[in-house]
């Protein structure tokens, strides 16, 4: 219930989504969350998923899916989609490796992207579970921007962990192309 509070919240102000790609998708939540949301609306699901255990439960739990088990940087496509989303996922990426990132997602954007991420104003690295550059903060949103002058940002937010349906501390960009 927590992601389907966050998504209707950070996607308020767009208007009808038919597609969907989620980079780092993880098990799926998140794109269950849109399913229940967007119902039979949501016509097309797309998951880039490198962990292949992940990627197999998606397949399994998310009816019309299509998962590609594969990094996000090495897959490619022509497709493009309603919404193209990345939810804790560009903070463990290399930093060298974001602006590839960027402009595959505005690639496969048709109408949004959607950053939900740990914010820092300038990048730091983070230690993770006592891993040295395997988590990063900075500010997604501004750079994707800035690589990618034809999108602007319609809407941003921050998700409190002591929310009535808490999450992750993140903040959230809506962009529109």
């Given at each position: 219930?927590?992601?389907?509070?966050?998504?209707?919240?950070?996607?308020?102000?767009?208007?009808?989504?038919?597609?969907?790609?989620?980079?780092?998708?993880?098990?799926?939540?998140n794109?269950?969350?849109?399913?229940?949301?967007?119902?039979?609306?949501?016509?097309?699901?797309?998951?880039?998923e490198?962990?292949?255990?992940?990627?197999?439960?998606q397949?399994?739990?998310?009816?019309?899916?299509?998962?590609?088990?594969s990094?996000?940087?090495?897959?490619?496509?022509?497709?493009?989609?309603?919404?193209?989303?990345?939810?804790?996922?560009?903070?463990?990426?290399?930093p060298?490796?974001?602006?590839?990132?960027?402009?595959?997602?505005?690639?496969?954007s048709?109408?949004?992207?959607?950053?939900a991420?740990?914010f820092?104003?300038?990048?730091?690295?983070?230690?993770?579970?006592?891993?040295?550059?395997?988590?990063?903060?900075?500010?997604?949103?501004?750079?994707?921007?800035?690589?990618?002058?034809?999108?602007?940002?319609?809407?941003?937010?921050?998700?409190?962990?002591?929310?009535?349906?808490?999450?992750?501390?993140?903040?959230?960009?809506?962009?529109?192309?």
């Amino acid at each position: 219930m927590n992601n389907v509070n966050f998504f209707k919240k950070a996607l308020a102000k767009v208007n009808k989504i038919s597609s969907v790609c989620e980079l780092g998708s993880n098990i799926g939540l998140n794109l269950l969350a849109l399913k229940k949301i967007y119902k039979e609306d949501l016509k097309k699901v797309f998951s880039v998923e490198i962990n292949k255990k992940a990627s197999r439960i998606q397949k399994n739990n998310i009816k019309d899916i299509t998962v590609l088990n594969s990094s996000i940087n090495m897959f490619d496509t022509i497709k493009k989609f309603d919404l193209v989303l990345c939810k804790g996922i560009l903070i463990h990426l290399n930093p060298k490796d974001l602006l590839k990132t960027y402009k595959k997602m505005n690639k496969l954007s048709r109408k949004y992207v959607l950053i939900a991420e740990y914010f820092n104003p300038s990048p730091v690295k983070i230690s993770y579970r006592g891993y040295k550059n395997k988590l990063f903060k900075r500010d997604f949103a501004k750079e994707y921007l800035k690589v990618n002058r034809n999108s602007k940002l319609l809407d941003y937010g921050f998700i409190y962990e002591k929310d009535k349906f808490p999450q992750d501390n993140i903040n959230w960009f809506l962009i529109k192309k």
